[in-house]
């Protein structure tokens, strides 16, 4: 597969911005569209395709006598290859992914006048192209975001509206990808280092008792002599220019049973969050790093603030248990205060 030929049959659906190739040898293409609209007609298109050939399949293998080894040489035609939603005259399987870039369609505006409406802001806009939806975070009624159809139009939004003002108040605006973030906190400073190795971000805490939750229900129902559900590590990834959370974490689950339990809970979850009018469906899948001695080997020499910190509980955690968090990489450390001594009086600069 080279760029030339995904650019060639996915171009029909929008301008594509960029495709990354980078993991085609697992089969795995990444593609950005400009537009929100574009890339979503594609996604349909392309998973309607790969549903139709599942069933084709099916229905190939139930006649007595065939086999997938045949069948395999009559899957595409000349029509069906120059049907929307193959790539190269092959169905294959496509789902969003959150994306490394920062303009995302979404803005986040600084520094507004609290009487600012969803309804004005979206009007303001709007000069620069189509507004998917602004909304905002009731806990901070000076900060609303703003979703365009158009990372184009985000884009040019961003230039002329930064830095000018809105009902009298200079506003920041900057690129946000909130829909990527299901555990989401309040935008603030972040200071480096830490008093304790429990200080957690908000995101963090949220993520804690929500496995917490789990190991404790879980467990009510083990009969028998089966393991119970508790895990040992834990880390969340955070994108330190955003204030946020980049939408996935790691947990270390203590037995086969419990990564199980895991999974069977939250695969094809569905979450809604009503106050950023954001619906996010998990997905589980098995990390390249198993086991806590291999997680202890792979980030011990890492660097991280001390509240995204991964860390390890020893024991290990199930929601019932008080257990101490231990970081298991390098800490950012607070720099150290100087120190002028006069006489005998120290004095701290």
Known sequence: MTEATVRRDLEVFGDIRSVEMDRVWEGLVTIHFYDLEHATDALHRIQGQHIQQQQRVREQLSVPGNNYYNFYYNLTSPAQSMTLGLLDGHAIWAQFILADCNNQGTLVVFNLNSDVSLKALKQTF????????????????????????????????????????????????????????????????????????????????????????????????????????????????????????????????????????????????KWVDDVLNVEEICQVTYAKVQGINALKEHFKNLRFRCEYAPVIFDPPRDGQRPTQATPISKLKQRRPKRVLMVGSIPVVL
């Open 126 to 269: 709007e000069a620069f192209g189509r507004v998917k939806e602004v909304r905002e975070v009731a806990s901070e009624k000076n900060m609303k975001f703003v979703e365009f159809y158009h990372t184009r139009h985000a884009s040019e939004a961003r230039i002329n509206i930064n830095g000018k003002e809105i009902n009298g108040k200079k506003v920041d605006v900057m690129f946000s990808r909130p829909k990527h973030n299901r555990f989401e906190p309040s935008i603030k400073k972040q200071e480096e280092g830490c008093s304790s190795s429990n200080e957690y971000d908000p995101s963090k805490k949220e993520l804690l008792e929500m496995l917490d939750r789990h190991c404790i229900d879980y467990n009510k129902q083990i009969i028998g002599d089966q393991p119970q559900s508790s895990y040992d590590f834990l880390h969340l990834p955070n994108d330190y220019l955003n204030k946020c959370n980049l939408g996935y974490g790691f947990v270390n689950m203590t037995s086969p049973e419990a990564t199980m339990r895991l999974y069977k809970a939250f695969h094809h979850h």
